[in-house]
Structures are given as C-alpha cells and as structure tokens.
Nanobody, 116 residues
Framework: QVQLVESGGGLVQPGGSLRLSCVAS????????LGWYRQAPGKERELVAL???????KYADSVKGRFSISSDNAKIAVYLQMNSLEPEDTAVYYC??????????WGKGTLITVSS
C-alpha cells in the first residue's frame, strides 16, 4: 500500500523558515492534486496550499505571500516552503494526494511549532 512520508517539521522561532517534504512510497496513478493541510489544537483541519492539474496554486489567505507549494511529478512528491512563520502557523501539517478517481492519500502528519 502506498504511503506518503512527510519530513521537515520541528520547532522554529517566529520569522523563521521551514521546508516540508512529502514523498510517495510507491506509484500513484492519475494524480490530480497535491496539497498541504494543517490542524491546530482545537481547530478543524484546513487547506494550506494546493496544486491541481491545469490550475494555478491555491493558498489559504493566511499564508499567501509567505508559503510556496511545489511538486515533482516524477517522484510523486510535494513540498511546502514556509517563510516568515508566525505562532499562528503552529499545527500538525498533513500532505494529501488525490487522484482523478477521487482516491485520497494522506500522510501521518508532521508537527510545526512556532515559538520563541
């Protein structure tokens, strides 16, 4: 079974940067969208950034201008460059890959803590 393996989380000071990576352990056919979501304590999971076939990247308003999503289709990987991090960005971040058949693959999540 294909798994999504995330890396790059951790503790960072406000204003700092981190880069998240998510790589599929096997082959996923008909990838339609790759994205990052996050869930802060006591809150619902929310979309952070998304790349979908034929569309421009989409970002949550709260991260526009600070985060950048990219992908490597050959590796079936998605990345999230996070700059100017704020305490409000503290959350567990999950990567997601969706196929054209609406199959969803999720990573197990990686914790980002922004604190001085």
């Amino acid at each position: 079974q294909v798994q999504l393996v995330e890396s790059g989380g951790g503790l960072v000071q406000p204003g700092g940067s981190l880069r998240l990576s998510c790589v599929a352990s096997g082959t996923i056919f008909s990838v339609n969208a790759l994205g990052w979501y996050r869930q802060a304590p006591g809150k619902e999971r929310e979309l952070v950034a998304l790349i979908s076939t034929g569309n421009s990247p989409k970002y949550a308003d709260s991260v526009k201008g600070r985060f950048s999503i990219s992908s490597d289709n050959a590796k079936i990987a998605v990345y999230l460059q996070m700059n100017s991090l704020e305490p409000e960005d503290t959350a567990v971040y999950y990567c997601n890959i969706r196929t054209t058949y609406a199959n969803d693959y999720w990573g197990k999540g990686t914790l980002i803590t922004v604190s001085s």
